[in-house]
């Protein structure tokens, strides 16, 4: 078992270092989408810097509060579209038969297909993330649990990509529902929790679980709390759970390209 | 022995119809009307170790349905399905390591990395020590002739030395048994022959069973010595290749130019196919009727060209399915 | 102009098979708004009834009417459509046939976004309106006005986004220029109007194409006035006329490059 994990990790990082040695094909291509990620970013600051001037909170964080809210919103954003691009179009793979590669492999096929390819702009973000977290005032012990927030933040990203692309074993066209979720959440991501009333704040703890992404981990971040924090552990293995499960579930289902041949 | 073994294999899918205009697409939304179509419609077979079976059927007959099925990709509706005495549905990583596979239409390697970075990365996936792998680089580099080109990034290569790449990743972890999904889809003439050699070769270098499918004829005539022949989802005929030749090659076509007419109405195993003033195309059933006493009926003097000729396995097949088909 | 009519047509035919997209998208573009919904209660909770001289129901129908203009476009696409044509050397098909490539792409785009915006714009001024309560605009003539003025806002987009595409005839991928231009329109018009910014900024940003393609329409949609109406239309035409000459010259000297390389 333990093995097998390593030999799964090994293979997968080989993944991702021959994705990053194809972006890297066209050196100043790359630098500059990493460079433009990150001033892309930055022009929030004119928004919030705005928001400020007429408020002294926004949805009750301080502008320092603020900074973490995109510091994470966007290192989770980055760690998932750059070691697992593949789950923000995996639907596609799903309906057009692309999956079958991974399929005869000794190895998991959803680990597999994730990891096959990464957004090298995604950099960007994580760097963006880490900036953005130094300006917000940092501890040695900020860092760590900022770090750990990115890892568990990036994989309930790539989790709920995962969850929604699935449905695509089902149904036909769920591609564009989960391109408009995924983008939604991203968005719900920078903005503070505190502008939503009640039945808003219980979707975004569950259904679009921004929440876990960011509002918890700025709270810990601001005033450590060890509950909080295995509370976004767990939440964080459940969404894997639940992911891992609706996808083994479909596969089941999954027609490789034959529905695309009858088409025609 | 056999290596793998389907029984009663079926497989549908549901495809969704749609009608034309703004108003059929507004109707498929509120209730979309689908259509079951029999992929693969009870289908039973085996092959034996060390064979090298083909799979052959028109566009849409089921074949690359079934590869799928017997390589976990696809999930059968019903049947069973047993390969090296596992069930692909059950122990799709345990059967991964012990076959190998080529999709034709679908590259399965790093287009900008080496033939040699590829093997690598592939022999990582089937978990082999670095040593062996380099190993078995070795052996492949010979045996496929790589020699030339491991060096170059995949996609500077050609669709030949491409597939063979494939082919020759396919096989880094030594499989049992190797599935090739139309692998001479879309070659040239030459590039196809090597294609073909290289199957040939590496079924009797390796030992490695091979089930291969394809709509190209030419391709069981020079590698088979058994052919299962499906349409429509069923198959239509799981035969030796000597077989199929005995029972379906039992015509010869003979084209011939005359000075004069004769006339082959009412001779008993002459058919004649085409007849245009002085030009005949006759068919002779050998089992009537012996070639020899077929030329005795032409005054040599009279032949101006005589051409002797084999039924063309296309035509044969395309007979078988027809009966199929009735 | 007869071919540019039946390109315009025959895109929006096509348009209409992915009808059932559209109204998935405008989920996202609901809960978008949703969340300025929510900012803008938020931010006006303790506050005398206007911030900049707008109340807060003009807020949210300014940011819907931005936000209309963004998603209807759909600029992103767009641009990779254009980027892709360059890159395959598909837009080289283009060179022998009688049309000018800007033109087409026009109104191809204009056929492929007509169906999305009217829906849009129907599906948002009726939620909206029921909402809010309060609809912003008067009469015919301010309605004509918004249309007019967010028909050409619309056109110079294109035309910008394709100018913005057609750099990667010089550059192997334009698609960060047009992150950074989009987030301009997005910071410096879709999200607020320019008189949230500091005076001597505002006069500034009458320069960003911002101004013309988000700020003029919705602000004549939440305060119309003749002057501002006149005023934005002749900034419209000069960007119109400037952003057609800017167009077609970097189409024409890729071409040439293009021409140069061999393709």
Request: with cysteine; glycine share 6%; aromatic share 12%.
């Given at each position: 078992m333990l093995t097998a994990a390593k030999r799964q990790f090994k293979i997968s990082m080989l993944s991702t270092k021959y994705a990053l040695m194809r972006a890297m094909v066209n050196k100043a291509t790359f630098v500059m989408s990493i460079v433009f990620m990150i001033l892309n970013n930055a022009t929030f600051i004119i928004q919030y810097l705005i928001l400020f001037s007429l408020k002294e909170d926004v949805g009750g964080y301080t502008f320092n509060q603020v900074l973490m809210l995109w510091a994470l919103a966007?290192?989770?954003?980055?760690?998932?579209?750059?070691?697992?691009?593949?789950?923000?179009?995996?639907?596609?793979?799903?309906?057009?038969?692309?999956?079958?590669?991974?399929?005869?492999?000794?190895?998991?096929?959803?680990?597999?297909?994730?990891?096959?390819?990464?957004?090298?702009?995604?950099?960007?973000?994580?760097?963006?993330?880490?900036?953005?977290?130094?300006?917000?005032?940092?501890?040695?012990?900020?860092?760590?649990?900022?770090?750990?927030?990115?890892?568990?933040?990036?994989?309930?990203?790539?989790?709920?990509?995962?969850?929604?692309?699935?449905?695509?074993?089902?149904?036909?066209?769920?591609?564009?529902?989960?391109?408009t979720f995924n983008s939604m959440i991203t968005h719900i991501n920078t903005y503070p929790e505190g502008i939503f009333g009640g039945i808003?704040?219980?979707?975004?703890?569950?259904?679009?679980?921004?929440?876990?992404?960011?509002?918890?981990?700025?709270?810990?971040?601001?005033s450590f709390n060890i509950m909080s924090f295995i509370y976004v552990l767990l939440f964080t293995a459940f969404i894997i759970g639940l992911a891992f499960f609706m996808f083994y579930k479909g596969l089941k289902k999954y027609s490789s390209s034959n529905l695309m041949i009858s088409k025609i | 022995?056999?290596?793998?073994?389907?029984?009663?294999?079926?497989?549908?899918?549901?495809?969704?119809?749609?009608?034309?205009?703004?108003?059929?697409?507004?109707?498929?939304?509120?209730?979309?009307?689908?259509?079951?179509?029999?992929?693969?419609?009870?289908?039973?077979?085996?092959?034996?170790?060390?064979?090298?079976?083909?799979?052959?059927?028109?566009?849409?007959?089921?074949?690359?349905?079934?590869?799928?099925?017997?390589?976990?990709?696809?999930?059968?509706?019903?049947?069973?399905?047993?390969?090296?005495?596992?069930?692909?549905?059950?122990?799709?990583?345990?059967?991964?390591?012990?076959?190998?596979?080529?999709?034709?239409?679908?590259?399965?390697?790093?287009?900008?990395?080496?033939?040699?970075d590829n093997l690598k990365f592939f022999g990582a996936i089937y978990d082999i020590?670095?040593?062996?792998?380099?190993?078995?680089?070795?052996?492949?580099?010979?045996?496929?002739?790589?020699?030339?080109?491991?060096?170059?990034?995949?996609?500077?290569?050609?669709?030949?030395?491409?597939?063979?790449?494939?082919?020759?990743?396919?096989?880094?972890?030594?499989?049992?048994?190797?599935?090739?999904?139309?692998?001479?889809?879309?070659?040239?003439?030459?590039?196809?022959?090597?294609?073909?050699?290289?199957?040939?070769?590496?079924?009797?270098?390796?030992?490695?069973?091979?089930?291969?499918?394809?709509?190209?004829?030419?391709?069981?005539?020079?590698?088979?010595?058994?052919?299962?022949?499906?349409?429509?989802?069923?198959?239509?005929?799981?035969d030796s290749m000597a077989n199929l030749k005995y029972n379906y090659l039992n015509k010869k076509i003979v084209e011939v130019k005359l000075k004069e007419k004769i006339d082959f109405e009412n001779v008993k195993g002459i058919e004649v196919i085409k007849s245009n003033n002085n030009n005949l195309k006759l068919e002779i059933d050998t089992r009537t009727t012996t070639l020899a006493d077929v030329l005795k009926l032409i005054d040599d003097e009279n032949i101006i060209d005589i051409n002797i000729s084999n039924t063309p396995l296309e035509d044969i097949i395309s007979s078988i399915y027809k009966e199929g088909a009735k | 102009m007869r071919k540019y009519i039946y390109i315009f047509k025959s895109e929006f035919m096509s348009s209409l098979q992915y009808v059932s997209n559209v109204f998935i998208n405008y989920i996202g573009y609901f809960i978008m708004m949703f969340m300025f919904w929510n900012l803008w209660k938020y931010m006006y909770q303790d506050e005398a009834n206007l911030i900049n001289g707008y109340t807060m129901n003009q807020m949210v129908w300014y940011v819907a009417m931005t936000e209309i203009l963004w998603y209807g476009l759909g600029g992103r696409k767009l641009c990779r459509r254009i980027t892709d044509d360059v890159r395959s050397g598909n837009i080289t098909y283009n060179l022998n046939k009688p049309y000018s490539y800007v033109s087409y792409i026009i109104f191809s785009h204009l056929g492929e976004i007509l169906i999305r915006t009217i829906l849009y714009t129907v599906l948002s001024l009726?939620?909206?309106?029921?909402?809010?309560?309060?609809?912003?605009?008067?009469?015919?003539?301010?309605?004509?006005?918004?249309?007019?003025?967010?028909?050409?806002?619309?056109?110079?987009?294109?035309?910008?986004?394709?100018?913005?595409?057609?750099?990667?005839?010089?550059?192997?991928?334009?698609?960060?220029?047009?992150?950074?231009?989009?987030?301009?329109?997005?910071?410096?018009?879709?999200?607020?109007?320019?008189?949230?910014?500091?005076?001597?900024?505002?006069?500034?940003?009458?320069?960003?194409?911002?101004?013309?393609?988000?700020?003029?329409?919705?602000?004549?949609?939440?305060?119309?006035?003749?002057?501002?109406?006149?005023?934005?239309?002749?900034?419209?035409?000069?960007?119109?006329?400037?952003?057609?000459?800017?167009?077609?010259?970097?189409?024409?000297?890729?071409?040439?490059?293009?021409?140069?390389?061999?393709?």
């Open positions: 966007s290192g989770t954003f980055g760690v998932a579209h750059f070691f697992f691009k593949k789950a923000f179009n995996l639907s596609e793979t799903i309906t057009n038969g692309k999956l079958d590669a991974y399929i005869v492999q000794p190895k998991n096929i959803l680990l597999q297909a994730l990891t096959s390819d990464i957004d090298s702009s995604a950099i960007g973000d994580m760097l963006y993330g880490f900036i953005l977290i130094f300006v917000s005032g940092i501890t040695i012990k900020k860092f760590i649990f900022f770090t750990i927030f990115l890892i568990l933040g990036g994989f309930i990203h790539v989790a709920f990509a995962v969850i929604l692309a699935s449905f695509s074993f089902w149904i036909s066209r769920s591609d564009i529902i989960a391109d808003t704040r219980v979707v975004l703890y569950t259904l679009i679980p921004v929440g876990f992404i960011s509002y918890v981990p700025v709270q810990v971040l601001t | 022995m056999s290596i793998i073994k389907a029984q009663n294999l079926n497989k549908s899918f549901k495809v969704k119809i749609k009608e034309k205009g703004i108003l059929g697409s507004l109707k498929s939304i509120v209730r979309p009307k689908y259509e079951v179509i029999k992929a693969v419609d009870n289908i039973s077979f085996e092959v034996n170790e060390g064979e090298m079976i083909a799979f052959i059927g028109p566009n849409g007959a089921g074949k690359s349905t079934t590869i799928k099925m017997l390589t976990c990709i696809l999930y059968p509706d019903s049947g069973e399905i047993s390969v090296l005495g596992m069930d692909p549905t059950k122990d799709r990583k345990k059967l991964a390591y012990e076959i190998g596979t080529v999709f034709g239409q679908k590259e399965q390697l790093w287009m900008h990395l080496t033939p040699y020590e670095d040593k062996e792998i380099e190993k078995r680089i070795e052996h492949l580099k010979e045996v496929f002739e790589l020699e030339k080109f491991i060096n170059i990034p995949v996609r500077n290569l050609s669709l030949g030395q491409r597939i063979r790449c494939e082919i020759a990743a396919s096989l880094i972890h030594e499989p049992k048994v190797l599935f090739l999904d139309e692998p001479t889809i879309g070659l040239d003439p030459v590039v196809k022959d090597s294609v073909r050699k290289l199957i040939k070769k590496m079924n009797k270098e390796f030992g490695t069973t091979v089930f291969f499918t394809s709509h190209d004829v030419s391709d069981i005539e020079k590698l088979c010595k058994r052919v299962i022949i499906i349409n429509n989802g069923k198959i239509v005929l799981d | 009726t939620l909206f309106n029921s909402i809010l309560g309060e609809f912003p605009i008067g009469n015919i003539y301010e309605a004509l006005g918004v249309f007019i003025t967010a028909f050409l806002a619309i056109v110079i987009s294109i035309l910008i986004i394709t100018s913005i595409g057609l750099i990667s005839f010089f550059m192997e991928d334009a698609s960060p220029i047009y992150w950074i231009y989009s987030k301009i329109i997005l910071v410096l018009g879709t999200l607020f109007p320019v008189e949230f910014f500091p005076m001597f900024l505002q006069k500034v940003f009458k320069f960003v194409p911002a101004y013309v393609v988000s700020y003029g329409p919705a602000k004549l949609f939440v305060d119309f006035s003749i002057d501002k109406f006149v005023e934005i239309i002749i900034v419209q035409l000069c960007y119109l006329l400037v952003s057609l000459l800017v167009a077609n010259l970097i189409y024409k000297k890729g071409v040439k490059k293009l021409n140069v390389n061999g393709g």
